[in-house]
């Protein structure tokens, strides 16, 4: 019976269906803003929100996916080259620098392929198996990068930063209007 559901299942349940519909549950990722959306509300009378890019900082998500998948610097080497300059990069929330897990962070969020998602990491940050995934039906907000642009960041070889060069460079890199 549904009202015998664990509280946690029945709360995990929710926020999945929420998912699967494209609303965002959580404060938006770097490189995105959270925008109200008029005459929903959640079951504590908040208005649901929708992501939208962020002007100001939906470049450098771009250009940290760039540099990893196409270009192949490591995690050191782009948190260095961010760091560089915060003020074309600016950092984060309230923090001055960029760390090499908040770029590894922005590396691993499927968010930025314009889907919402719901338990794709583990505790330890690894990806989950995908079955386990709960992905919004359909694209949810605007994309800052492709899928492909998204899993050759996984897996920067030399190989897969050929193969995409050519494709990535005859596209607009700058998916924000």
């Given at each position: 019976?549904e009202g015998d559901e664990h509280p946690a299942l029945r709360a995990y349940?929710?926020?999945?269906?929420?998912?699967?519909?494209?609303?965002?549950?959580?404060?938006?990722?770097?490189?995105?803003?959270t925008m109200t959306v008029s005459g929903t509300r959640t079951t504590r009378?908040?208005?649901?929100?929708?992501?939208?890019?962020?002007?100001?900082?939906?470049?450098?998500?771009?250009?940290?996916?760039?540099?990893?998948?196409?270009?192949?610097?490591?995690?050191?080497?782009?948190?260095?080259?961010?760091?560089?300059?915060?003020?074309?990069?600016?950092?984060?929330?309230?923090?001055?620098?960029?760390?090499?897990?908040?770029?590894?962070?922005?590396?691993?969020?499927?968010?930025?392929?314009?889907?919402?998602?719901?338990?794709?990491?583990?505790?330890?940050?690894?990806?989950?198996?995908?079955?386990?995934?709960?992905?919004?039906?359909?694209?949810?907000?605007?994309?800052?990068?492709?899928?492909?642009?998204?899993?050759?960041?996984?897996?920067?070889?030399?190989?897969?930063?050929?193969?995409?060069?050519?494709?990535?460079?005859?596209?607009?890199?700058?998916?924000?209007?």
């Amino acid at each position: 019976m549904e009202g015998d559901e664990h509280p946690a299942l029945r709360a995990y349940n929710a926020g999945a269906a929420l998912i699967r519909q494209g609303w965002n549950l959580h404060r938006a990722p770097y490189g995105y803003l959270t925008m109200t959306v008029s005459g929903t509300r959640t079951t504590r009378g908040r208005l649901r929100t929708r992501l939208t890019p962020d002007p100001r900082r939906a470049s450098v998500v771009q250009d940290i996916f760039y540099w990893r998948a196409v270009t192949g610097l490591d995690i050191e080497q782009i948190t260095l080259r961010l760091n560089t300059n915060p003020h074309r990069y600016p950092p984060p929330g309230h923090t001055h620098t960029w760390q090499p897990a908040t770029v590894t962070g922005v590396l691993t969020n499927l968010k930025y392929t314009g889907y919402q998602t719901l338990h794709t990491r583990d505790e330890n940050g690894r990806f989950r198996p995908v079955e386990e995934w709960v992905l919004s039906d359909e694209p949810a907000h605007r994309a800052l990068i492709t899928t492909a642009l998204f899993w050759a960041a996984q897996n920067p070889t030399t190989d897969t930063r050929r193969a995409l060069r050519h494709r990535l460079l005859a596209q607009p890199r700058d998916l924000v209007a």
